[in-house]
């Protein structure tokens, strides 16, 4: 089993930025591809972003390109989120997922996950 753990949640205003972090544990089988999703009220929970094992190769979703940022530190277990430029259309809950497959998706085909963190972006 791996655990994931999520922070850096918050309150912030429209241009605003916010950190997110997520902690990996248990059973982790060494670096595996990670990826953040996230989940408005009455939506989908969609894509975010994504970064391979090894952080060579990152993934976003089209609206947050040029704005988010994801970045791992293999050594901590531990992949972040840096946002920036926050707009209202950004609040949801945050999850951060781990895949046991090496190959990156921007799917939900991850097979664990966080409980999540809630961000609310103020207009």
């Known amino acids: 089993q791996v655990q994931l753990v999520e922070g850096g949640g918050g309150l912030v205003q429209a241009g605003g930025s916010l950190r997110l972090s997520c902690a990996a544990s248990?059973?982790?089988?060494?670096?595996?591809?990670m990826g953040w999703f996230r989940q408005a009220p009455g939506k989908e929970r969609e894509f975010v972003a994504a970064?391979?094992?090894?952080?060579?190769?990152?993934y976003y979703a089209d609206s947050v390109k040029g704005r988010f940022t994801i970045a791992r530190e293999n050594d901590k277990n531990t992949v972040y989120l840096q946002m920036n430029s926050l707009k209202p259309e950004d609040t949801a809950v945050y999850y951060c997922?781990?895949?046991?497959?090496?190959?990156?998706?921007?799917?939900?085909?991850?097979?664990?996950w966080g409980q999540g963190t809630q961000v609310t972006v103020s207009s």
């Open positions: 970064i391979s094992w090894n952080g060579g190769s990152t």
């Open positions: 997922a781990v895949r046991q497959s090496r190959v990156v998706v921007t799917t939900t085909r991850y097979d664990y």
């Open positions: 248990g059973r982790t089988g060494g670096s595996k591809p």
